[in-house]
């Protein structure tokens, strides 16, 4: 891991000062000034005494690179439905959260070309975002004139792509055959494959015999993906890259046999990234036997406390690299579709704006992770994994000032009510954190101050990024 710079030279004057906080890097955690100009950071010293328009006094408050969030579904159609944020709404929660940057997904229709899937998606979010993003194209139709796109696309500025081992009803499942071309010709240029996997055909077949029985509730959308259907994809998939050697990034892990496959993997050398979400590090699948069952539906599942302990540890030992919110919000009319068949019901959980303050509040604050190592899976690693560093994911003169600011004593107690997206429920309601993000800067400019949005639509910008790096962390 490279080392930040904590100096640089002066200079006369600039446009914002953060002045004597704790400024934490993925190595180092120091007391320091941090001066920014034209959006970027110039200085960072213990005293910058030059005049600037904006001081932002973060004494006794931790001072973080902003937030890389590798993982969201903004306005997403699936399942007959779609995701309850847009582009704009996403990115207000986002930035209420400490996250300035953000990965959604581009889907490629049948018979189209990825590059259309990426500019469709771009005529939305252009204008509509508030924080910086950009996006994962996934491989709905893999002809071989789609493999062959892979190169323009990667010079594009979208170096990564996503496959999934299950939902063949709803087009996305593709066979190993194709996880190996992809893996392949994505080596070649550097990009990532991001891999939802979960042994689709196990699924279908515990699917048809729970609805056979009559057994129709969310309690069985979790049975019907056990444990070992993530385990069996995952090493399958990492045994299909021991041949391909390619970068491959195991999106919402949420095993402990998951996260021991992508262990040995790691160990062995292969470039896997693990990723997991804060829902897995928080609930157990208790919460299918609820009323609000139907809520937590998501894929793959809430598990049990034995799985929730060892991801923790995954993070601390640094083979789970990333934390990504998975956020693909519903309200509660789109979760009853699926109240008689737990088939139906749209998966996913709001989640973007909670990332940083769950992993502070339950991670840091209950000594599960360091600060440094909060940095590195909430910015450093995915910056680097994705193709945006230096530019971001690094507390370094010449990056961009994306920076969040937290009170580690702040307690919230969490509530649909407080938070900004455009449901009608939360899962971590009720919960209280301690710790909490008060300010955002995107690019130097203040998008969020002490609980409240002050960005702009459209002002965030559409990142075209460049090759994976490797990560030694």
């Known amino acids: 891991m490279e080392a930040d710079h904590i100096t640089a030279s002066k200079v006369d004057t600039v446009d914002a000062i953060v002045k004597d906080g ?185 699917t048809e015999r729970f609805l056979n029985e009559g057994k129709t509730s969310a309690e069985y959308h979790a049975r019907s993906r056990p444990d070992f259907v993530e385990a069996e994809a995952i090493n399958r998939a990492i045994h299909i890259n021991r041949q391909a050697r390619g970068y491959l990034y195991i999106v919402h892990v949420s095993t402990l046999l998951g996260r021991r496959a992508i262990k040995d993997a790691v160990y062995d050398g292969l470039n896997v990234y693990g990723e997991t979400c804060p829902h897995y590090l928080t609930f157990t699948d208790e919460k299918y036997l609820g009323n609000d069952g139907l809520n937590y ?17 995954g993070i601390a030992q640094g083979d789970i690299k990333t934390v990504g919110s998975d956020h693909c919000p519903f309200r509660q009319d789109q979760k009853l579709l699926g109240k008689k068949n737990f088939t139906l019901i749209p998966n996913g959980i709001p989640g973007v704006e909670t990332l940083l303050p769950i992993l502070f509040s339950e991670g840091v604050r209950k000594n599960r992770i360091s600060l440094n190592r909060l940095a590195q899976v909430t910015s450093y690693n995915p910056a680097r994994i994705f193709g945006l560093y230096p530019r971001k994911g690094s507390m370094t003169i010449g990056s961009d000032a994306d920076i969040v600011i937290i009170d580690p004593e702040k307690r919230v107690t969490l509530s649909h009510e407080t938070l900004h997206s455009n449901v009608d429920f939360s899962p971590y309601h009720g919960l209280t954190v301690r710790g909490y993000p008060i300010a955002t800067l995107l690019r130097g400019e203040p998008v969020y101050i002490e609980g409240e949005y002050v960005g702009k639509r459209g002002r965030g910008l559409f990142l075209k990024r460049g090759k994976s790096r490797d990560l030694c962390c």
């Open 22 to 206: 704790t400024v934490v890097t993925p190595t180092d955690i120091f007391m320091a000034d941090i001066g920014i100009e034209n959006g970027k950071i110039v200085q960072i010293s213990q005293m910058i005494s030059d005049q600037a328009d904006k001081v932002i006094d973060a004494s006794g408050k931790f001072v973080l690179p902003g937030v890389i969030d590798a993982h969201t579904h903004m306005d997403h159609s699936f399942m007959d439905t779609t995701s309850a944020d847009s582009f704009e709404i996403g990115s207000i929660a986002a930035a209420c959260g400490g996250v300035t940057t953000y990965l959604s997904f581009a889907y490629q229709s049948k018979g189209g070309s990825l590059l259309d899937a990426i500019e469709e998606r771009r005529k939305k979010a252009d204008s509509e975002t508030s924080v910086d993003y950009s996006l994962h194209v996934a491989i709905k139709d893999p002809r071989e004139d789609t493999i062959s796109e892979i190169p323009e696309i990667v010079q594009y500025g979208v170096p990564s792509f996503k496959l999934y081992m299950a939902y063949r009803k709803e087009g996305r499942m593709v066979d190993d055959a194709t996880l190996l071309k992809v893996l392949l010709e994505t080596r070649k240029c550097g990009a990532v494959v991001c891999l939802h996997a979960e042994d689709g055909s196990i699924i279908e077949n515990l």
């Open 297 to 313: 539906v998501m894929s793959p599942p809430l598990r049990k406390k034995d799985d929730i302990n060892e991801l923790w540890l």
